[in-house]
Nanobody
Framework: QVQLVESGGGLVQAGGSLGLSCVAS????????MGWYRRAPGKERELVAT???????TYADAAKGRFFIYRDYVKKTVDLRMNSLKPEDTAVYYC???????????????WGQGTQVTVSS
């Protein structure tokens, strides 16, 4: 099982920066990928950035060059630093963990409760 607790987010002016943090509590297995997704008003949830178990990061095109993800495998945390924020970055941001039970090959997604990021123009 996995529990994810997020922190950070809030209101910022366009061009500003914000940081998001997520810490995982894990039992009975391991986290493979860990990262961030977001859901803007009226839109589907979409990938922002993730880091897999090999340390390889994946970014959405909208995040490349502005957002930076960092994962600490010991502390089981994942941080997202967001720079040069735009109004279109306004969304609820969700921490995600892809969990695999010991001895199993299938993976399950776990989600945090979400944290609001609002960028004013």
């Amino acid at each position: 099982q996995v529990q994810l607790v997020e922190s950070g987010g809030g209101l910022v002016q366009a061009g500003g920066s914000l940081g998001l943090s997520c810490v995982a509590s894990v039992s009975g297995g391991i986290i493979e990928s860990m990262g961030w997704y977001r859901r803007a008003p009226g839109k589907e949830r979409e990938l922002v950035a993730t880091v897999n178990s090999d340390g390889i990061s994946t970014y959405a095109d909208a995040a490349k060059g502005r957002f930076f993800i960092y994962r600490d495998y010991v502390k089981k945390t994942v941080d997202l630093r967001m720079n040069s924020l735009k109004p279109e970055d306004t969304a609820v941001y969700y921490c995600n963990a892809e969990f695999r039970r010991y001895g199993r090959s299938n993976r399950n997604d776990y989600w945090g409760q979400g944290t609001q990021v609002t960028v004013s123009s």
